[in-house]
């Protein structure tokens, strides 16, 4: 444990609770994921947990906040590989595609994705959840020169991205899946 005081060691501690926590949350989501699942992951005790995230809502707003930041960068990373201005519309929007199907390979980031707009009856993580999606917006807006038709598109792709991979869509070999995933 780290010595009362250093807020290296606590800020690291909480960087390993969070991503212990995005893969109870991915698995359970918000409601079925208990602390104490979450700190065994970590490899804490549940009060130390408790010290780092004063509760379960805290902490899963900050796997929100998490999970946002690596979307953002992971998406802004792709598409910045090239240039706008030798890009059609049509490629941005394949590139930002591209880029958000390269961050939900990662299924703990997917599925935690899911579980996190199921809990925006919370209301600390219904203004995480938000706050996501905004800044999401500004990225995509940015990257797609504030087309807001490309913009809806990307987002509405990224939905049945997640329904395919959520239901391992690839594995389904049926019409109705072949349609939803495009092959």
């Given at each position: ?27 359970k989501g918000f ?75 990662n299924r703990d ?33 940015e990257l797609l ?39």
């Amino acid at each position: 444990m780290p010595a009362p005081g250093d807020s290296s060691k606590s800020d690291e501690r909480k960087r390993v609770v969070l991503q212990a926590a995005l893969v109870c949350f991915a698995r359970k989501g918000f409601y079925g994921t208990t602390t104490h699942e979450i700190a065994r992951q970590a490899g804490i005790s549940q009060p130390y947990l408790y010290r780092l995230f004063a509760n379960k809502e805290t902490l899963f707003v900050g796997v929100v906040e998490l999970v946002s930041g690596l979307m953002n960068s992971t998406v802004a990373k792709h598409m910045g590989e090239s240039s706008p201005s030798l890009r059609t519309p049509t490629e941005a929007l394949d590139a930002a595609r591209a880029a958000y199907g390269a961050l939900i390979e990662n299924r703990d980031v997917m599925m935690f994705l899911m579980h996190a707009n199921c809990a925006a009856d919370e209301p600390q993580v219904a203004a995480a959840v938000r706050s996501c999606y905004a800044a999401q917006v500004r990225v995509v807006s940015e990257l797609l020169e504030s087309d807001e038709d490309a913009i809806r598109q990307w987002f509405g792709a990224g939905m049945l991205d997640n329904i395919v991979l959520a239901l391992h869509l690839s594995e389904v070999d049926e019409p109705w899946a072949r349609t939803l995933r495009g092959k």
